[in-house]
Nanobody, 118 residues
Framework: QVQFVESGGGLVQPGGSLRLSCVASGFAFHVFAMSWYRQPPGKERELVASMSSANPIKEYADSVTGRFTISRDNAKNTVYLQMNSLRPEDTAVYYC???????????WGQGTQVTVSS
């Protein structure tokens, strides 16, 4: 059974930082690209960042380029999202899934809430 467990969200002031983690299970993690998505309040889920499985290639949404960094630890089946210089518009529930720029699986985790507010 495919499972994603996201963590690391919270309330942070504008300009602050957070590091999100997503532990994946139920599939061969090291084979798949991994991506982070987010769903702002009242909006559709959107792609934030993707990272390939090998010879790491990374792609970011224009809105987060230069502020967010995706990384992974295949030994821990974990993908990370380092978020710096956070803005109120980054407020959303953040999710991970396998796949390059589109979700490989229909299963989603519970997500982790990020709120950027003073």
């Amino acid at each position: 059974q495919v499972q994603f467990v996201e963590s690391g969200g919270g309330l942070v002031q504008p300009g602050g930082s957070l590091r999100l983690s997503c532990v994946a299970s139920g599939f061969a993690f090291h084979v798949f690209a991994m991506s982070w998505y987010r769903q702002p309040p009242g909006k559709e889920r959107e792609l934030v960042a993707s990272m390939s499985s090998a010879n790491p290639i990374k792609e970011y949404a224009d809105s987060v380029t230069g502020r967010f960094t995706i990384s992974r630890d295949n030994a821990k089946n974990t993908v990370y999202l380092q978020m710096n210089s956070l803005r109120p518009e980054d407020t959303a529930v953040y999710y991970c899934n396998a796949g390059w720029q589109r979700p490989e699986f229909g299963d989603w985790g519970q997500g982790t809430q990020v709120t950027v507010s003073s």
